[in-house]
């Protein structure tokens, strides 16, 4: 089994050419995110975009998940608020989780910031698995999702 830094050189090389200029920025979104799936399969794995001052669903792979979050609630409307990553080891221990799946266990959240360095996105991945992310996983989607900041440019 590769080693995680190993899976993590791959998202990021593949996802070079991967981008599209030529498309649109659901088009590249969507591909992202079945990249990350796809290469580091866990449970859920979506991007929430901010919209009229709500984190909307926006491209995701896994089971179907809750559609609109407001700022401070849940992991995502935490991540959100404070504008930092959150690790959450046993979400059934965090205040307000929102359970889009009773088998989701521990999850991560990244803020995606744009150019003006404004959180446009956040990206959520959920775990069937207790305590499965760590620091690791926070540096290397902490720089996918800054490679990803043409997306947002795409979208305005
Ligand atoms: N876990 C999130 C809600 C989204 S679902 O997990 C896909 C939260 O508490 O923000």
């Not at 979506?46 to 609109?68: E, K, S």
């Amino acid at each position: 089994m590769k080693d995680k830094i190993t899976i993590y050189k791959e998202i990021h090389e593949k996802w070079k050419y991967l981008y599209d200029p030529q498309s649109p920025w659901y088009t590249n979104l969507s591909n992202a995110v079945a990249l990350l799936h796809e290469k580091l399969g866990y449970f859920w794995t979506g991007f929430y975009l901010v919209d009229n001052n709500l984190l909307q669903l926006g491209p995701f792979q896994g089971p179907t998940a809750c559609t609109r979050i407001s700022k401070g609630k849940g992991v995502c409307g935490t991540c959100w608020e404070e504008q930092t990553t959150q690790i959450v080891p046993n979400v059934h221990e965090f205040p307000g989780h929102i359970a889009c799946s009773s088998l989701s266990e521990s999850e991560i959240v990244i803020p995606c910031f744009n150019q003006n360095g404004e959180i446009w996105a956040v990206l959520d991945i959920d775990s069937k698995i207790l305590n499965d992310f760590d620091l690791v996983d926070k540096q290397e989607l902490e720089f996918f999702c800054a490679s990803l900041e043409q997306i947002d440019h795409d979208r305005n």
